[in-house]
């Protein structure tokens, strides 16, 4: 059953405390990706990972870094959370091939107080 | 630069009535253009996808052709029902850089 899982679902973190978000996937898929959805904004790209350690900004990093250790795993990172992190945090993952689609997660809900 | 542009912010219709959302891009790369559909409070999943100019390409009852003459991908429907209600992203695929439109709303009314 090819899934990407995003834990957890719903977050509630006070303003300069550290957040992991975590995702895996079970298709070995090499990229993987998290994004944050925010009413009107649509999809914006915080980072990719092409592989194990292989890492690069998107469009938002700031504020947010990531770890890749495994294939199947891909950790963000919010270093002393911020009020404007709170959004919809999306991990996502494909082939590496230009007409493969993407599957996503579910999401995790961050609300930062 | 490369992108994609979605013009519909919301998209109100009645039952029944055909739909059409617009999307369009911007690239110096061989196109290969994707939509995806978000209910409300579930993730994005691929409705369809498509890289052959003048093909239309059709999964339930939607449907798409890529135009390269006029770098559209428009998703149309000929009977919008109301489980279509959702969030419709058009989003183009290189070597794994997917840029992604802002989403059009589609809010189909009995």
């Known amino acids: 059953d090819m899934k990407v899982t995003q834990m957890p679902r719903y977050l509630i973190k006070r303003m300069g405390e550290n957040v992991l978000l975590e995702c895996g996937q079970d298709?070995?898929?090499?990229?993987m990706y998290w994004y944050r959805q925010d009413p009107g904004l649509g999809l914006q790209l915080i980072y990719i990972s092409y592989d194990v350690d292989s890492n690069s900004e998107g469009d938002i990093p700031k504020g947010y870094r990531v770890s890749r250790k495994k294939r199947e795993h891909f950790s963000l990172i919010l270093d002393s959370a911020k009020t404007n992190q709170t959004s919809v945090y999306f991990c996502?993952?494909?082939?590496?091939?230009?007409?493969?689609?993407?599957?996503f997660g579910k999401g995790t809900r961050l609300t930062v107080v | 630069g490369d992108s994609v542009t979605q013009t519909e912010g919301l998209v109100t219709l009645t039952k029944g009535l055909p739909v059409m959302l617009n999307c369009t891009y911007q690239t110096t790369y061989s196109p290969f253009l994707f939509w995806y559909v978000q209910h409300l409070n579930e993730a994005p999943k691929l409705l369809l996808k498509s890289s052959t100019d003048n093909k239309r390409t059709e999964h339930q009852g939607f449907y798409a052709t890529l135009h390269k003459s006029s770098s559209s991908f428009h998703l149309q429907k000929s009977s919008v029902q109301l489980s279509d209600s959702a969030l419709y992203f058009c989003?183009?695929?290189?070597?794994?850089?997917?840029?992604f439109g802002d989403g059009t709303q589609l809010v189909v009314k009995p």
């Open positions: 996502a993952s494909s082939l590496s091939e230009q007409h493969t689609e993407v599957f």
């Open positions: 989003a183009w695929n290189n070597n794994n850089r997917i840029f």
């Open positions: 298709m070995s898929h090499e990229t």
